[in-house]
């Protein structure tokens, strides 16, 4: 008997042998002149092992970042010497990275210029002690940002200004393509950590997160080696003050060991609530994490609602100022990614924080801002799913496009069942009352919109997509227009601006989904075109507009909206006041010429109109509310059905 097929691919595997020699079984097989069918049995067991050989691989390198992550952690928890931190950071981004060159510029406040603090890999002097002015080359536009910039070729790249001592340095190393990411404490950039290559070669996403996950922590090292400066400072200079750099200290452990919790709990998959319970029993005290519309999403404690009333100053001073403001007995901290804010950390300590124990909370909203981040790009795939739905339910299909698909050999898209099947698996029942809205935004905030509308809409149990500048929504409920003026309030807020949002319905199963939309879309067209743009309505608000919007033209509707206080007052007490009404307008507002058609006194007319006043309120002789009172009265006296 020969050899079990595929037995061979095993042993390379164990021996993690290369790839070329996977083809050594198949060229072996070929010279025995085996049969076409052993040959490509070998085939797929060789394309099989590449698989798992290719996953083995990718879990070793996932397994050396996470180690090497872990390593920097415990440097830091560790701090001794704070250039032997800084050379095993940049020595360990060379390595993950596989980069020729990798080093890191910080800022000289005295000099008011940028030196090179660490190479690893550099063969130029001239490179290695090279000093930028501030502003220049690619580390100064990372700085000035604050974001990470990359290029395939540095010194054929205009984006940033080139300075000839840096361009020649650059030239005498080598190097073509680079990467830099800033180094953060707070707000503030105190240097770039850098990669670089000899050759053009892109850098793809996750080693930019890498390398900026390893320039927070030589921030985070430049920080606590400060801390720890300051601290053997004060332990020289004032042994009177030995209670208070005692305090000190205990707040840099305290330090060291939230920003290892949080760092495990992010590496281990946790959530925000994680961090909220880390740092609460790190510091002490209660904590509660807000989302952007100030929801609360997770707690720790208690933190006495009485301070809400706060909130939205201090967030937005702690927004501005880039650190942990105080506000009585509670702290505020901003959770923003870039110019985005995404929430707030609100905290009750059980005593006052020191600087350290601010940072620690900074530190967090951080962290919080990553796992939100996080969570939304997941949420923005699932919205991209139930978008697609909401699109097929709000997009008209005529029988001539089902008879192009069937011809075609498709499945219609619009087949009820179907679609109802789909919204199942998204815990949507499309038979239960729906209201649609479309909200008009502008061209430059549609991504803003239509990532709050599908988050807005998922957590409500509906639906949300982008149409041009119209947001289209579907929310469960019954009432159109308290659902368009939440949805114009707290989108309004997220952009800074009124937002223009129409409604309708509510509308039951998936049939008369897409006329409903239509009567949405055009009641938000009707709100522009009657100058009022930043406001919400439903077809029902809008009137006899919204009648004539309405497919289903439901005018007893209408009539009760407009007069239906009058009609059941006169039924209920046996009066004239429809009769007043009538006789009112055909005489063109005069009391006297009224009184003459009814024959009764003018006080008698006046005594009933002031009756109406009291049930349709003062406003209704206006002349738009007037129209819809004259429109109710015709209507009325065909029988409430007309249209």
């Avoid at 982008?466 to 159109?480: D, F, H, K, S, V």
Wanted: aromatic letters at 4%.
């Amino acid at each position: 008997m020969g050899v079990v097929p595929g037995i061979e691919f095993l042993e390379l595997l164990a021996r993690e042998a290369a790839t070329v020699e996977f083809e050594g079984p198949l060229l072996h097989a070929r010279g025995r002149g085996v049969s076409a069918e052993t040959l490509a049995e070998l085939e797929r067991a060789k394309l099989l092992a590449l698989r798992v050989r290719a996953l083995l691989e990718q879990r070793r390198r996932r397994e050396v970042e996470l180690s090497s992550l872990f390593d920097t952690a415990s440097d830091l928890a560790g701090l001794r010497d704070l250039d032997a931190v800084l050379t095993a950071i940049t020595h360990r981004a060379r390595q993950l990275l596989s980069a020729d060159i990798t080093y890191m510029t910080l800022g000289d406040e005295e000099r008011g210029d940028t030196c090179m603090r660490v190479t690893d890999g550099s063969i130029s002097a001239r490179f290695q002690q090279l000093r930028l002015p501030l502003g220049g080359g690619l580390g100064g536009l990372v700085a000035e940002s604050g974001t990470p910039y990359v290029t395939a070729d540095y010194l054929a790249d205009d984006r940033f200004k080139h300075l000839d001592e840096i361009d020649k340095a650059v030239i005498e190393e080598g190097l073509v393509a680079i990467l830099g990411v800033p180094m953060r404490l707070g707000t503030r950039v105190i240097g770039v950590l850098f990669a670089a290559n000899r050759s053009a070669r892109p850098f793809a996403r996750e080693e930019v997160a890498l390398l900026c996950s390893l320039a927070n922590h030589a921030a985070v090292a430049i920080d606590t080696a400060r801390l720890l400066e300051e601290t053997q400072s004060a332990l020289e200079e004032l042994s009177a003050a030995n209670t208070v750099i005692r305090a000190h200290s205990e707040s840099v452990e305290r330090a060291a060991e939230a920003h290892d919790r949080m760092t495990a709990q992010v590496l281990r998959g946790g959530g925000v609530e994680d961090v909220a319970a880390a740092v609460a029993d790190v510091l002490g005290g209660a904590l509660r994490v807000l989302d952007a519309s100030g929801r609360q999403i997770a707690a720790v404690g208690d933190v006495d609602s009485a301070h809400s009333g706060i909130l939205d100053e201090a967030v937005a001073a702690s927004r501005a100022e880039g650190r942990a403001v105080r506000r009585g007995e509670i702290w505020v901290a901003a959770v923003i990614a870039g110019t985005e804010r995404l929430g707030a950390l609100v905290m009750r300590p059980e005593a006052d924080l020191a600087d350290a124990d601010q940072r620690i909370l900074e530190r967090a909203a951080l962290v919080t801002a990553l796992l939100l981040l996080f969570d939304r790009t997941v949420a923005e795939a699932e919205g991209r799913v139930r978008g697609e739905l909401l699109g097929d339910l709000i997009t008209a299909a005529d029988d001539g496009g089902r008879r192009d698909a069937v011809l075609a050999g498709q499945r219609p898209t619009r087949d009820p069942e179907s679609l109802r099947q789909r919204a199942r698996l998204l815990q949507i029942d499309l038979d239960a009352p729906q209201v649609l809205l479309a909200a008009d935004v502008r061209r430059s905030h549609r991504e803003r919109a239509g990532s709050w509308a599908a988050s807005f809409a998922s957590a409500q149990g509906g639906l949300a997509v982008t149409r041009g500048n119209r947001i289209a929504m579907m929310l469960p409920g019954e009432e159109a227009g308290a659902a368009a003026r939440r949805v114009s309030r707290d989108l309004g807020v997220l952009l800074g601006t009124p937002v223009t949002v129409g409604s309708a319905g509510p509308v039951e199963g998936p049939d008369g989904i897409a006329a409903v939309f239509q009567e949405a879309d055009q009641c938000a067209d009707a709100l522009l075109a009657l100058g009022r743009a930043g406001q919400a309505a439903s077809t029902r608000d809008l009137g006899f507009v919204g009648l004539l919007l309405s497919a289903q033209r439901d005018a007893r509707r209408f009539v009760a909206d407009a007069i239906g206080p009058v009609i059941e007052y006169d039924e209920r007490r046996g009066t004239a006041l429809i009769a007043t009404l009538e006789a009112y307008f055909g005489a063109g507002g005069s009391l006297s010429r009224a009184a003459e058609v009814l024959h009764v006194h003018v006080n008698t007319v006046a005594q009933r109109l002031e009756r109406v006043s009291q049930l349709l309120g003062e406003h209704w002789q206006q002349p738009d509310t007037a129209l819809e009172v004259q429109l109710a009265l015709r209507l009325h006296r065909l029988g409430g059905t007309a249209g």
